[in-house]
C-alpha cells in the first residue's frame, strides 16, 4: 500500500465520524431556520455567538477523545506495513480496539450531542428571553444526536467490513477475541427501526408540542407547521433511505461471501474461504464454514492417505494364487474401510524331508487402521518363523509370543487358522488359534465337516502354547475353505444375517466350479443378499480344491 492508502486506511473512522457529526449540526441549524416561532431571527445572533465557540469544542473533543482510542489501532497499521512487519505485542489490543470502536464511537457521540443539547438550553435560558427556544433546541439536538449516532453505527460496521476488518483479522475468528462487543443481527434491526420509526414519531411529538402557547396567527402557525412537517419528512425519508442502503450492504456482503464459498467448495475448490468481516452470526458462520473446509481438506488428505493404505495392504496379500500339481487354490479379501485387518498366506514351508505348502487366514478383533498395522505385523511375524523349517506348533507359539509383547494391553487380539498339505503324504495339520474352524467338504458323500481344535487368539498370552490337529486320506475332489465371519454375519437391510446355512449351501451347490469361481459365487450371493446395506466387516476366503488322490 502507498503512504496515501495508509493515512487513509487510519483515519477512515475519524473521517467519517466527524462528517455525520457534522452533518447532523448542519440538520440542526436547518431545522431551526425552518421550525416554528418563535422566528429565527429574533435569537439568530445569539445562536451564531453560541455555535461559533460551541462547535468547534465540540467537535474538537470527539476528535481528541477518539484519537486516543484508535492510537493501538494505528500503531498496528504502521507496524503491519512497515518493512519489518512485526506486530506482536500491540495485535490482540488492536483487534480489541476495532471491534470495539462502534460502541465507543457511538457512546462518545451520544454523550456530546447529550451534553450539547443542555449546555445549549442553559445559554438560550440565559442570553434570551425566548424560553420555548430553549426547550426546541434541546429535543432539536437529541432528536438530531439520536438519528446521527446511528447513523454512525451502520457506516462504522460498513468501513470496519471494507477495509480495517480484513487487515486486522485475515483468518476470520473475530468471535475468539476476548473483551469484544458483538454487533448481533437483532441489534442492527433494533437500532433501524430506531431511526426510521421512533425518532421521526418523537420528532412529531416534539412539533406538535411547540404549537401550544404559540402567540402567532393561525394562518401563520399553520403555515409553519406545514414547513417543520415536510422539512422532518424529507430529513426522516433521507435517513431511511441511507440506512436501508447501509444495512444491506452490511448483511449482502458477508452473504454473498458465503455463498460464493460454499459453492466453489461444492464443486471441489477446498482452498476456498469465506471472508468473515462480522463479529455476528453470519461471521460466525463464516468461521465455521472455513473450519469445515480446513476439515474437509484434512479428511481428503486423510482419505488420500488411506487410499494408500489400502494399496499398500492390498500388495501384502498374495498377487497370485499358487501353481501347485494336485491342487487349485485362490484367495480373496474385501475389506469394509480403506484398510482391514483380514488376512491371508500361501506360504512354502521348507521341509528337506517332503514337500509342504501352509496355507492361513487370519482375522484381526476390530477393523480400521489399527488393526492393518497388527495385521501388517502378524504378517510380518508368520513369513519370518515359516522360512525357517519348525513344528506348526512351535511357529504360531512363536507368532503369539512377539505379537502379545507388541499389543500388550491395548486390548485387541488376532485370530489365526495355520493349515499345513504334505503333497507327498496327503496329511493335513492344521493349528486353530481363536479362529473360526475351517470347512471341509466330501462332494461324494455330501459332507461337511468343521476342522476344529483348541487354542485361543494371537496377542493375549505369550507363553500359550497350542496344540497340533490331523487329518490323513485326502482324495481327489474335496474341498477345504478358510473364512472370516464377515460372510456369515453379513447383514441386509432389514437387519438378517447371512448365516452358515446359507453359505454352507452355496459350497455344496458350486462344488464343481474351480476355487475362484466359487470364491466369486460366495461373494455375489453375500452382496445379493445385502441389497446395497453396507459391508460391516471384512470378508476374506480361501479355497483349495484337491485334483487329485495324494
Known sequence: MTSFEIFALKNRMLFYNMLTTLIGIWLIIVLSIRSISPPFYEIADVAHRINMISIPVFLGFIFIIQLVYEMPIR?????????????????TKAKQRVLNAPFFIIGLDLSVWIISAIVYTILYKKFTNIELAAYRVFFQNILVGLISVTAVFFLLEQILQKSL?????????????????RIRIRTRFTAFIFAVNLIPFFALLVLVQGTYNTPIATTILLEHVRTSIITCSL????????????????????????????????????????????????????DVINEMTEGLKERARMKQSLELAKEVQLRLLPQNSPKIGGLDIAGFSL???????????????????????????????????HSALIMSTARAFIRLRSSKFDSLINIVSDVNYHLTIDIEDGGQFM???????????????????????????????????ELKGNGIPLGIDEKYRFSLNEKMGLTKGQIIVLSTDGIWEARNKNGEFFGKDRYYNIIRKNANLDSRSMIDMVVGQVKEFQNGAKIEDDITMVVIKITKDL
Open 75 to 91: 500503531k498496528y497499521i504502521d507496524k503491519k506495513f512497515s518493512k519489518n512487519n512485526k506486530t506482536f505485542g500491540i495485535n
Open 165 to 181: 476488518i480484513p487487515h486486522c483479522f485475515p483468518d476470520g475468528e473475530l468471535y475468539a477475541t476476548p473483551r469484544t462487543g
Open 235 to 286: 430529513i426522516s425519508i433521507s435517513v431511511g433511505i441511507c440506512l436501508t442502503i447501509l444495512l444491506s450492504l452490511n448483511f449482502s456482503r458477508p452473504i454473498n461471501d458465503i455463498i460464493f464459498a460454499l459453492k466453489k467448495i461444492h464443486e471441489g475448490y477446498l482452498n476456498s474461504r469465506v471472508t468473515v468481516t462480522t463479529n455476528d452470526e453470519i461471521g460466525y458462520a463464516g
Open 335 to 369: 475389506y469394509c474401510d480403506e484398510t482391514g485387518g483380514d488376512y491371508y498366506d500361501f506360504l512354502n514351508l521348507k521341509n528337506p524331508a517332503t514337500e509342504k505348502i501352509g496355507i492361513v487366514i487370519g482375522d484381526v478383533s476390530d477393523h480400521g487402521v
Open 415 to 449: 485370530t489365526l487358522f495355520f493349515l499345513s498339505l504334505d503333497l507327498e503324504t496327503g496329511v493335513m495339520n492344521w493349528v486353530r488359534a481363536g479362529h473360526e474352524p475351517a470347512i471341509f467338504y466330501h462332494p461324494i458323500e455330501d459332507k461337511i465337516e
